[in-house]
C-alpha cells in the first residue's frame, strides 16, 4: 500500500471548512483538479466525482462514500477498472486546533494487487 498525505492548518474552525468541503456544486471554482463533484452525501452511496489533472487527461469515476462525519472526516474508495486490482481511498479530515484553526489532513492510500498469469 502507497499513501500521500498532505496537512496545512487553517486560520478558521472546522466548521467552516467543512462548509465549503461539503459543498459539492461549488468545487470547480476553488479546485482545479476536482471539477465536479455531486450525489447524495451518505455512507454507503456512490458518488460521482470528475477530475482533471494539470498535466493529463481527465476522468469520472464513481467511488463510494465510506465515512462522513460532519466537521470531523470525509472518505470515500474509487477503483481504477476492476475493484480490488488498483483501489485509491481518498479522504479529507479535520481537527480543531488551538485558536479556532483546523488542522487539514487530505491524502489517498492506493491498494493495488499484481496479478501474474
Do not use: C
Amino acid at each position: 500500500m502507497k499513501e500521500i498525505i498532505t496537512e496545512i492548518i487553517i486560520d478558521t474552525k472546522p466548521e467552516k471548512v467543512w462548509e465549503v468541503l461539503t459543498d459539492f456544486e461549488n468545487y470547480p471554482t476553488w479546485n482545479p483538479f476536482i471539477q465536479k463533484i455531486s450525489g447524495e452525501q451518505k455512507v454507503g452511496l456512490k458518488l460521482d466525482v470528475s477530475i482533471h489533472p494539470l498535466e493529463g487527461n481527465g476522468m469520472t469515476f464513481q467511488p463510494t462514500l465510506l465515512k462522513f462525519e460532519e466537521n470531523r472526516e470525509f472518505r470515500w474508495v474509487g477503483k481504477l477498472l476492476v475493484k480490488g486490482i488498483f483501489d485509491g481511498e481518498h479522504y479529507f479530515v479535520l481537527s480543531q486546533e488551538v485558536g479556532n484553526k483546523t488542522k487539514f489532513t487530505h491524502g489517498e492510500k492506493f491498494h493495488a494487487k499484481l496479478i501474474i498469469s
